[in-house]
């Protein structure tokens, strides 16, 4: 995916999409995750050389959810130095995915809310991402960023610069991401059972998480806008989060609220978080 800026707006300016053939990528926390690295190299660059971008070398990358693990952490007490926090940041991750920090490679953003500091922490085992980096390697490509899916999916919130916080969620299959973005950092980050019968309680539930633990306060709760990707119904989120917060937020799509898209072309999901990534090569200039 590529795009090209049109003033406080985008454009598609490349873009493909392939099928990854079955038994060459099976997406695990803890298990190896490609299974066939030449073959699945093979129907990448397939795809990227579809889309007229085969020269290009320098990439931003999103990951299966599953094969990492996005938790947000939260201390009692204030750590006193660089080192500290790193030790108290990997026994807590160590402690709630159950495996070594040794074992891991871990990734952290403060995102201050509320009386305790507070993180965003993305864990993966080292053995899973050097697979995704010996895949980057075999492509001949220069990897910015290698993060889950939703940061694409989330990205969009970075052009909307309404007040407010704001709340994504996405369908995974049996499984959703929701995420909490408040001024361009991620500050909850949750799975959810995407069970139809359980919808409505889990997006209940984590309304009011946001409301008693994560807003400045219970009064001050406000999610202005809803992004939703995949088999969601936004207007059910919508009302939901409204029965827990007292507020309902505004649907945002980025399609066409931020992107301009011929009468022919069309994005699905997939592709809308490829194009949220692409997005942050414009923020960044």
Same mark, same amino acid.
């Given at each position: 995916?590529?795009?090209?800026?049109?003033?406080?707006?985008?454009?598609?300016?490349?873009?493909?999409?392939?099928? *990854?053939?079955?038994?060459?990528?099976?997406?695990?926390?803890?298990?190896?995750?490609?299974?066939?690295?030449?073959?699945?190299?093979?129907?990448?660059?397939?795809?990227?050389?579809?889309?007229?971008?085969?020269?290009?070398?320098?990439?931003?990358?999103?990951?299966?959810?599953?094969?990492?693990?996005?938790?947000?952490?939260?201390? /009692?007490?204030?750590?006193?130095?660089?080192? =500290?926090?790193?030790?108290?940041?990997?026994?807590?991750?160590?402690?709630?995915?159950?495996?070594?920090?040794?074992?891991?490679?871990?990734?952290?953003?403060?995102?201050?809310?509320? !009386?305790?500091?507070?993180?965003?922490?993305?864990?993966?085992?080292?053995?899973?991402?050097?697979?995704?980096?010996?895949?980057?390697?075999?492509?001949?490509?220069?990897?910015?960023?290698?993060?889950?899916?939703?940061?694409? /999916?989330?990205?969009?919130?970075?052009?909307?610069?309404?007040?407010?916080?704001?709340?994504?969620?996405?369908?995974?299959?049996?499984?959703?991401?929701?995420?909490?973005?408040?001024?361009? =950092?991620?500050?909850?980050?949750?799975?959810?059972?995407?069970?139809?019968?359980?919808?409505?309680? =889990? *997006?209940?539930?984590?309304?009011?998480?946001?409301?008693?633990?994560?807003?400045?306060?219970? =009064?001050?709760?406000?999610?202005?806008?809803?992004?939703?990707?995949?088999?969601?119904?936004?207007?059910?989120?919508?009302?939901?989060?409204?029965?827990?917060? !007292?507020?309902?937020?505004?649907?945002?799509?980025?399609?066409?609220?931020?992107?301009?898209?011929?009468?022919?072309?069309?994005?699905?999901?997939?592709?809308?978080?490829?194009?949220?990534?692409?997005?942050?090569?414009?923020?960044?200039?």
């Amino acid at each position: 995916m590529e795009l090209r800026r049109r003033g406080d707006r985008f454009a598609l300016d490349a873009a493909a999409r392939g099928a *990854i053939p079955p038994g060459l990528l099976a997406p695990s926390f803890d298990d190896r995750n490609i299974l066939d690295m030449s073959a699945l190299a093979g129907s990448i660059d397939a795809t990227v050389r579809s889309a007229g971008l085969g020269r290009r070398q320098r990439w931003s990358v999103l990951l299966p959810e599953a094969a990492v693990k996005s938790l947000v952490i939260s201390f /009692e007490t204030t750590p006193t130095s660089r080192n =500290e926090l790193s030790e108290m940041l990997n026994w807590k991750v160590e402690r709630m995915v159950g495996v070594p920090a040794t074992e891991l490679r871990i990734s952290r953003q403060f995102v201050g809310v509320g !009386g305790v500091p507070r993180f965003l922490a993305v864990a993966g085992r080292a053995s899973v991402l050097d697979e995704y980096e010996t895949l980057m390697e075999t492509l001949g490509w220069q990897v910015g960023l290698l993060v889950p899916r939703y940061f694409g /999916e989330a990205a969009w919130f970075d052009w909307d610069s309404g007040p407010g916080d704001k709340l994504l969620v996405g369908s995974r299959g049996a499984m959703l991401t929701a995420a909490v973005v408040r001024d361009g =950092e991620m500050i909850l980050v949750r799975s959810l059972d995407g069970d139809p019968s359980r919808f409505a309680d =889990e *997006i209940y539930r984590l309304a009011l998480f946001y409301r008693d633990r994560v807003a400045e306060s219970p =009064e001050q709760a406000w999610v202005s806008k809803l992004l939703i990707h995949g088999t969601v119904d936004g207007a059910r989120v919508a009302a939901t989060v409204a029965d827990a917060i !007292g507020h309902e937020p505004t649907i945002f799509s980025p399609y066409p609220d931020a992107i301009d898209i011929d009468a022919e072309s069309w994005l699905d999901p997939g592709l809308l978080a490829a194009a949220g990534m692409a997005s942050q090569h414009w923020s960044e200039r």
